[in-house]
């Protein structure tokens, strides 16, 4: 995850949306995504939570829609708590459709709190959705990384506790 959301490899999406292939079994109508800032996507040049719905959608045989949009830029979430994060993305999103699929699949990149993916829920219900199932491909965990793991210029790849990464 590490890998697709700063370093810009892409092909990485492929791998875990087929891993989520393998484990998602929701009866939903449709794919979408959480949406990425413009300001991210500007400075990124690409939406990670896309790139993988866009590539779990053919696997599950449904069509990947953008049924969310951002209606301003949050701060990083990074770095802050869960009520910080709530009133960090509270209306930060609308529908982009007129009416959403009832059964929806969600795709966020990583699930700390879960502040925005409840936001993205709750807009997709106010549009018609009457279940949003959220998958994630990473869920985190605070206080056993590292902080020097997430700078720019670390060595991301496999590692356990105890064993830094150089």
Do not use: N
Not at 69 to 80: E, F
Not at 117 to 133: F, K, N, Q
């Amino acid at each position: 995850m590490h890998r697709l959301k700063f370093t810009g490899w892409r092909s990485v999406a492929g791998a875990l949306a087929g891993a989520l292939a393998q484990v998602l079994d929701v009866g939903a109508e449709a794919v979408t995504w959480v949406p990425l800032g413009r300001t991210r996507l500007a400075s990124r040049g690409y939406d990670q939570a896309r790139a993988i719905a866009v590539r779990l959608a053919p696997r599950l045989g449904l069509p990947a829609l953008r049924t969310l949009r951002r209606t301003r830029d949050t701060p990083p979430q990074a770095r802050l708590g869960g009520g910080q994060r709530s009133a960090a993305v509270s209306g930060a999103f609308e529908a982009a459709l007129p009416r959403v699929p009832e059964r929806v699949i969600l795709v966020d990149d990583v699930l700390t709190t879960g502040a925005t993916a409840a936001e993205c829920a709750r807009v997709l219900r106010e549009a018609g959705a009457r279940s949003v199932a959220l998958a994630t491909v990473a869920r985190a965990v605070p206080g056993w990384m590292p902080a020097r793991y997430t700078q720019v210029g670390s060595r991301s790849g496999l590692w356990l506790p105890g064993d830094v990464p150089r």
